[in-house]
């Protein structure tokens, strides 16, 4: 199983701060990799897919960049509507496997 | 609009047996697989498996080999997800997410409510 680790696994910002979370693969996924985002109570939202592709209806401050084994998930000026936890996950084989999620705390 | 509506929550004794559905609408179901996650209290999220709607095949995760079944009835565009054998560790919420390739990859871009399985 490809294993899918992010960091950090929490962090405290502001609004109007640039947040990066990174999110590593065990071995390369070839850019098969997916950001979600999660609200309390609520399933998770597709923001990013293929590392990079902003999905429909998601806000352009996030995006999502790298290749290989790192991968990395932007948000250019925190809003308070972004305070979520945020996870990656991969499709370049099966089992899918996730990442542990990254909290995102109001500072 | 696409929607994958799930059913409500359940409360099991250890060793029972659970069944969750999951009806789509707004799309073909026969031409998206759905995808079962779990996500246990305060964790973080766990894929389980998928079936196609198209024929029936599925793949589940090891981990659950044995003890999950996912079936699905297109008259009703509804597919289902069975655990068996439940123990405290299986309570969680349970969700389905449509699976669709983007740019040639795959991913969930559409998720149901969540139904939260209770074994006590």
């Known amino acids: 199983d490809i294993q899918m680790t992010q960091s950090p696994s929490s962090l405290s910002a502001s609004v109007g701060d640039r947040v990066t979370i990174t999110c590593r693969a065990s071995q390369s996924i070839n850019s098969y990799l997916n950001w979600y985002q999660q609200k309390p109570g609520k399933a998770p939202n597709l923001l990013i897919y293929a590392a990079s592709k902003l999905q429909s209806g998601v806000p352009s401050r996030f995006s999502g960049s790298g290749s290989g084994t790192d991968y990395t998930l932007t948000i250019s000026s925190l809003q308070p509507e972004d305070f979520a936890t945020y996870y990656c996950?991969?499709?370049?084989?099966?089992?899918?496997?996730f990442g542990q999620g990254t909290r995102v705390e109001i500072k | 609009q696409v929607q994958l509506v799930q059913s409500g929550a359940e409360v099991k004794k250890p060793g029972a047996s659970v069944m969750v559905s999951c009806k789509a609408s707004g799309y073909s179901f026969s031409v998206y697989w759905i995808h079962w996650v779990r996500q246990a209290p305060g964790q973080g999220l766990e894929w389980m498996g998928w079936?196609?709607?198209?024929?029936?095949?599925?793949n589940y995760a090891q981990k659950f080999q044995g003890r999950v079944t996912m079936t699905r009835d297109t008259s009703i565009s509804t597919t289902y997800m069975e655990l068996s054998n439940l123990g405290s560790d299986d309570t969680a919420v349970y969700y389905c997410?449509?699976?669709?390739?983007?740019?040639?990859?795959?991913?969930?871009?559409?998720w149901g409510q969540g139904a939260l399985v209770t074994v006590s």
């Open positions: 079936i196609n709607p198209n024929g029936g095949g599925t």
């Open positions: 996950q991969q499709s370049y084989s099966m089992p899918r496997t």
């Open positions: 997410a449509r699976g669709i390739l983007l740019a040639g990859k795959g991913c969930f871009d559409y």
